[in-house]
């Protein structure tokens, strides 16, 4: 089994069975996307505690397959199993998208950064950087992930659109408080 297949797997397993196994099969036949929506609505029904770090894994999933912005509400929404996290999701608490502009890296002068998922240890941030689009809106896919300082004054490292999951591994890697 491949790394994405473990980790598919692991949050599939965060379910009783056999909505665990329906959630894997979603996987086996390539249906990512349909998994998604029944392991959040599994988790939310069966009221299924998870970990701040689970959260997180879940949205960075949700990103990779196109489904973050439709399962985001429901993410935040899963119970929280009470232990302190490395990571959270900073969309959970129920505020308006924080957007940060002006970066003076090249690659990011023209776009919107959204903070995503903070360290909770180092206090890190995982952007998504996206364009502003004519009808007054952030771009559906992200152009790039960004680590930042907490004062988003610094671009710490900065991953290409396809690096969500090398993105979010990074995050949990580097902090230095670890």
């Known amino acids: 089994m491949d790394d994405a297949t473990t980790l598919w797997y692991r949050i599939a397993d965060l379910l009783p069975e056999p909505a665990s196994k329906e959630v894997k099969d979603c996987w086996e036949i390539g249906e990512q996307e349909c998994g998604l929506g029944l392991l959040v609505e599994g988790l939310l029904a069966r009221q299924v505690p998870i970990s701040g770090a689970d959260r997180a894994r879940i949205s960075v999933l949700a990103e990779e397959w196109g489904e973050r912005e439709r399962l985001t509400l429901g993410i935040v929404r899963c119970l929280g199993d009470g232990a302190p996290a490395a990571v959270r999701l900073l969309d959970d608490d129920g505020d308006e998208v924080q957007v ?21 240890r180092c206090g890190q941030v995982l952007l998504r950087a996206h364009a502003w689009e004519p009808w007054d809106d952030l771009s559906y896919l992200a ?8 004062s988003y004054d610094t671009a710490l490292r900065i991953f290409p659109f396809d690096s969500t999951g090398e993105a979010f591994t990074e995050l949990l890697q580097s902090c230095p408080e670890a």
């Open 100 to 120: 940060v502009t002006g970066w003076s890296e090249p690659e990011l002068a023209d776009l919107v950064l959204v903070p995503w998922i903070g360290c909770t």
């Open 143 to 150: 152009e790039h992930y960004v680590i930042s300082t907490s």
